[in-house]
């Protein structure tokens, strides 16, 4: 499907509950998203991808649905939700729906109904287990947040399975009924007039069936967390998920244009994560259309491990199946993790991101160059952080409200006194006020990368051919028919070299100030280029 919207497209990821609260209740809602959409149109983006709003306890911040077909009350209505999609088709904005398939909430009626007793009509929705008989847990299976995976209910008298938080039950997707149900919901957004689903945590999606002990790794020291300790053969990525994912892509059939993303988690080693990624995609195998792996985020951002993940990827995914992230809701700003903080690392990030292969995702405020926030422990609200604080700190920091205007209270997100999580200080000099008419921001230089991925077919569609250069300078060719486009980015500490072979017109300078018209370039640390090949190019600042 070369003509598909999102074949090279730029997804940007809104958490709804930080994005801009329009009532004052310091949670941000779909309202605030509608308004704010006009911002979005500007950041040269194709479409949005919303983390869930669905009716939800919270417990998971909304990846604990309780009803699929609601808008949880604390996000607005579903009302809220038609004008936020038809102001965003009005913008010329795809807009992607994450949906979190693999379990609900303790408290979905399905579940509520399952755990009555074992012969009601949905005894069979949910993963039961009988106790073994010394009354432990059915195998070894470890939850991803610690614990067991198993939770007891004392009116089965039976174990279920959650891979979360215990609040969050396993649906079973060996049983059809469940697969139809959740394929209704798909439809009912889909016929609302969404155009995709982010489909979360699919290596999830089933397990085997006979639920065997996963073996050990025999790791010597003890990690942050057991999850870590077993290798994960049997809990998840059961061959039997290609089976649901067939089923949902038929849904997505139905609607030409519609894309599915399967999320894949970073279980397992970066050897084969692209290809264990790559079996979710393909079209002739009735599969997703595209995947995104945090693996290469939660990695090294040194050169050696960019070129083998992007290597990987070349081998495995088809020009377009593959989507990149450097930052989400789940992991450390990228501003932070990989870089120091500064504005020019964080243009580096950006420019690198901006011409990957394939689509990409941004998450809100990493075109602020935010870095990841500290939050004391008192405001936490991440279950995950709560349990493993101080070692881990949990995802909250990742989280937190987007800063709008530098001198507003609660930076212009919020009329509330205080916010969910709280603001950090840091973040308001990179207020989108601040960056907005400065050429030099963050925010500018995000821009012009958008309109370079525009203008250029290469950057969009093209082919991705690495350069054999030395670190501290990774380098790559993208090639579609003539256009062709030379990505230098200097990754290290030092300065790094590149003799140019051929003639280039610079596209975009991130912090090369020495001249680029002479054979041997010079790229200072978090420097890059962007240059055309062929062609008649225009220089924007980077
Ligand atoms: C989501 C997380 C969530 C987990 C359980 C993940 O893949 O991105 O935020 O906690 O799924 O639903």
Same mark, same amino acid.
């Given at each position: 499907m070369p003509?598909a919207?999102?074949q090279?497209?730029?997804?940007?990821q809104?958490?709804?509950?930080?994005?801009?609260?329009?009532?004052?209740?310091g949670?941000?809602?779909?309202?605030?998203?509608?308004?704010?959409l006009?911002?979005?149109?500007?950041?040269?983006v194709d479409?949005?991808?919303?983390?869930?709003?669905?009716?939800s306890?919270m *417990?998971?911040?909304g990846y604990?649905v309780?009803?699929? $077909?609601a808008v @949880?009350?604390a996000?607005?209505?579903?009302? %809220? +939700?038609?004008?936020l999609l038809?102001r965003a088709?009005?913008?010329?904005?795809?807009?992607?729906l994450?949906?979190?398939?693999?379990h609900?909430?303790?408290?979905?009626?399905?579940?509520?109904?399952s755990?009555?007793?074992?012969?009601?009509g949905?005894?069979?929705?949910?993963?039961?287990?009988?106790?073994k008989?010394?009354?432990?847990?059915?195998?070894?299976w470890?939850?991803?947040?610690?614990g067991?995976?198993?939770?007891w209910d004392a009116?089965?008298r039976q174990?279920?399975?959650h891979?979360?938080?215990p609040?969050?039950?396993?649906?079973d997707l060996?049983?059809?009924?469940?697969?139809?149900? *959740?394929?209704?919901?798909?439809a009912f957004?889909?016929? $609302?007039?969404? @155009?995709?689903?982010?489909?979360?945590?699919? %290596? +999830?999606m089933?397990?085997d069936?006979?639920?065997r002990?996963?073996?050990?790794t025999g790791s010597?020291?003890?990690?942050?967390?057991?999850?870590?300790?077993?290798?994960h053969?049997?809990d998840?990525?059961n061959s039997?998920?290609f089976e649901?994912?067939?089923?949902?892509?038929?849904?997505?059939?139905r609607?030409?244009g519609?894309?599915s993303?399967?999320?894949?988690?970073?279980?397992?080693?970066?050897?084969?994560?692209f290809?264990?990624?790559?079996?979710?995609?393909?079209h002739?195998?009735r599969?997703?259309h595209?995947?995104y792996l945090?693996?290469?985020?939660k990695?090294?951002?040194?050169?050696?491990?960019?070129?083998?993940a992007?290597?990987?990827a070349?081998?495995?995914?088809d020009?377009?199946s593959?989507?990149?992230?450097?930052?989400?809701?789940?992991i450390?700003?990228?501003?932070s993790r990989?870089g120091?903080?500064?504005?020019?690392?964080?243009?580096?990030?950006l420019?690198l991101?901006?011409?990957?292969?394939?689509?990409?995702?941004l998450?809100?405020?990493?075109?602020l160059?935010?870095?990841?926030?500290?939050?004391p422990r008192?405001?936490?609200?991440?279950?995950y952080?709560?349990t493993?604080?101080p070692?881990?700190?949990?995802?909250?920091?990742?989280?937190?409200?987007?800063?709008?205007?530098?001198r507003?209270?609660?930076?212009g997100?919020?009329?509330?006194?205080d916010t969910?999580?709280?603001i950090?200080?840091?973040h308001?000099?990179?207020?989108?006020?601040?960056?907005?008419?400065?050429?030099?921001?963050?925010?500018t230089?995000?821009?012009a990368?958008?309109?370079?991925r525009?203008?250029h077919?290469a950057l969009?569609?093209?082919?991705?051919?690495l350069?054999?250069i030395?670190?501290?300078v990774?380098?790559f060719e993208?090639r579609?028919?003539r256009?062709?486009v030379?990505?230098?980015?200097?990754?290290?500490?030092t300065?790094?070299h590149?003799?140019?072979?051929e003639?280039v017109?610079?596209?975009?300078?991130?912090?090369?100030?020495?001249p680029l018209?002479?054979k041997?370039i010079?790229?200072?640390?978090r420097?890059y280029l962007?240059a055309a090949l062929?062609?008649v190019a225009?220089?924007h600042?980077?």
């Amino acid at each position: 499907m070369p003509d598909a919207w999102w074949q090279g497209a730029v997804i940007y990821q809104i958490y709804p509950r930080s994005f801009r609260d329009s009532n004052g209740d310091g949670i941000g809602d779909l309202p605030g998203i509608a308004e704010n959409l006009d911002y979005v149109a500007s950041l040269g983006v194709d479409g949005v991808w919303l983390s869930p709003f669905f009716a939800s306890p919270m *417990l998971d911040f909304g990846y604990d649905v309780s009803d699929y $077909r609601a808008v @949880d009350p604390a996000f607005g209505t579903l009302e %809220d +939700f038609d004008r936020l999609l038809a102001r965003a088709h009005g913008l010329g904005l795809k807009v992607i729906l994450d949906m979190v398939w693999c379990h609900t909430s303790d408290r979905h009626p399905w579940f509520e109904e399952s755990r009555q007793d074992r012969r009601n009509g949905r005894a069979d929705w949910y993963v039961w287990a009988d106790p073994k008989a010394d009354g432990t847990p059915p195998n070894n299976w470890l939850s991803v947040f610690g614990g067991p995976a198993w939770g007891w209910d004392a009116r089965r008298r039976q174990y279920y399975l959650h891979h979360f938080l215990p609040e969050q039950p396993k649906l079973d997707l060996r049983n059809s009924a469940v697969i139809e149900a *959740l394929l209704e919901i798909g439809a009912f957004w889909l016929d $609302r007039g969404v @155009d995709g689903f982010r489909m979360d945590a699919v %290596d +999830f999606m089933t397990h085997d069936a006979l639920l065997r002990d996963n073996p050990a790794t025999g790791s010597a020291a003890a990690p942050l967390r057991p999850y870590a300790m077993q290798e994960h053969r049997h809990d998840i990525g059961n061959s039997a998920t290609f089976e649901v994912l067939g089923r949902i892509r038929a849904l997505l059939d139905r609607y030409p244009g519609a894309i599915s993303i399967a999320e894949v988690g970073s279980v397992g080693s970066l050897e084969n994560a692209f290809e264990r990624a790559a079996t979710y995609v393909g079209h002739e195998h009735r599969r997703l259309h595209a995947a995104y792996l945090l693996h290469v985020a939660k990695g090294s951002s040194e050169v050696g491990a960019i070129r083998a993940a992007i290597t990987q990827a070349n081998q495995s995914f088809d020009q377009g199946s593959i989507v990149w992230s450097f930052s989400n809701h789940d992991i450390e700003r990228v501003a932070s993790r990989w870089g120091d903080g500064s504005a020019a690392s964080a243009k580096a990030f950006l420019a690198l991101l901006a011409t990957m292969r394939g689509a990409v995702t941004l998450y809100q405020g990493e075109e602020l160059g935010l870095s990841q926030a500290e939050v004391p422990r008192a405001r936490l609200r991440d279950p995950y952080g709560r349990t493993c604080w101080p070692a881990f700190k949990g995802r909250d920091g990742s989280r937190t409200p987007m800063p709008w205007e530098r001198r507003a209270p609660q930076a212009g997100f919020s009329a509330a006194a205080d916010t969910w999580l709280p603001i950090p200080d840091s973040h308001l000099p990179l207020a989108v006020d601040q960056q907005e008419h400065d050429p030099d921001s963050v925010l500018t230089g995000w821009r012009a990368l958008m309109r370079l991925r525009r203008d250029h077919a290469a950057l969009r569609l093209g082919t991705l051919h690495l350069l054999d250069i030395e670190p501290p300078v990774l380098g790559f060719e993208r090639r579609f028919q003539r256009d062709r486009v030379l990505c230098l980015f200097n990754l290290g500490d030092t300065d790094g070299h590149f003799t140019l072979t051929e003639r280039v017109t610079p596209l975009i300078a991130g912090g090369c100030t020495a001249p680029l018209d002479t054979k041997e370039i010079v790229i200072p640390s978090r420097g890059y280029l962007i240059a055309a090949l062929s062609g008649v190019a225009t220089v924007h600042e980077g």
